[in-house]
């Protein structure tokens, strides 16, 4: 019978049994980190952190069920992409801005310094606990099948995979080139932003999905927080900082004639 194991085990020691997991791998990668003065690790320990949980809330599970399957391969497909994408930016290149900001404010102070990368490591491992809610929600309602809602949650997840891709590997082409300037073709040409807004609607599509069980729309946390960390932390705001900086007035161009997230027609300015 699908699902017998998941009362043997109450959902909240399972949940802090994830997040002592996700502890101990961030506390890892934190040593590291600090070894070789790079916290671009916090980054892809948030991703790995993820998948561990998904494969333990599986496992928990017993028999998962062809939702709880679906959603976990989405999520594994998530966090392989952008792994394998920050280990090969790592390779000979510095540190993310977003961490070398962080580092310039408390230079003069390495102890203070790595135990704030130890505050940052640790949220990721918690914001991994976050992250893996629409599968072990579905994991605490096995269903024979999937349903409407589990359909277009899986469709709108493919078409936020497949459009956040195709927006990474247009702008990628594009510095590989060696072309200066402010790069507008592609699926940049409706959005400044568009890897950050296909990277919410696939945290959209999973949330959909976990609509199937009850208390479903728990899920939709994760979206919610996806959203906030793009456009008030680390995403939208910082990136747009720093590419005023380095590309002036046409990058004021770009802001006056394309959408900042949501993909629109592109305006015309009248200040050329």
């Known amino acids: 019978m699908p699902g017998t194991n998941v009362a043997l085990i109450d959902p909240v020691a399972v949940l802090l049994g994830l997040w002592m997991l996700n502890a101990a791998l961030m506390t890892v990668l934190w040593i590291w980190a600090v070894r070789l003065r790079n916290a671009d690790f916090a980054s892809i320990g948030g991703c790995l952190g993820v998948s561990l949980d998904v494969l ?10 062809p939702l709880a399957w ?4 989405a999520l594994w497909l998530w966090a392989l992409r952008i792994v394998w994408y920050l280990g090969r930016r790592m390779i000979g290149k510095p540190e993310d801005p977003r961490y070398a900001a962080v580092r310039q404010v408390w230079r003069a102070r390495d102890r203070l310094m790595n135990a704030v990368w130890f505050g940052v490591f640790q949220l990721q491992g918690v914001l991994g606990v976050v992250f893996s809610l629409p599968v072990f929600l579905v994991c ?3 269903l024979p099948q999937i349903g409407e809602a589990g359909t277009v949650g899986i469709l709108l997840f493919a078409l936020g995979f497949v459009g956040e891709s195709l927006a990474v590997i247009q702008l990628a082409r594009d510095r590989a080139s060696g072309r200066c300037g402010v790069y507008r073709k592609g699926l940049w040409a409706y959005s400044r932003h ?3 807004f296909f990277e919410c609607v696939l945290w959209v599509g999973l949330a959909v999905g976990a609509l ?15 959203l906030f960390f793009l456009l ?20 004021r161009r770009y802001q006056r004639e394309v959408s900042a997230f949501f993909p629109w027609v592109p305006r015309n300015s009248s200040r050329r």
């Open 56 to 65: 333990a809330e599986l496992l928990w599970s017993g028999t998962p069920s």
């Open 70 to 73: 679906s959603l976990a391969v």
């Open 140 to 142: 605490l309602h096995p």
């Open 194 to 196: 568009s890897n950050d």
């Open 212 to 226: 199937e069980v009850p208390y479903g729309a728990v899920a939709f946390l994760c979206p919610v927080l996806k």
């Open 232 to 251: 008030r932390r680390t995403g939208t705001s910082a990136t747009e900082t720093r590419a005023l900086q380095s590309l002036g007035e046409d990058y």
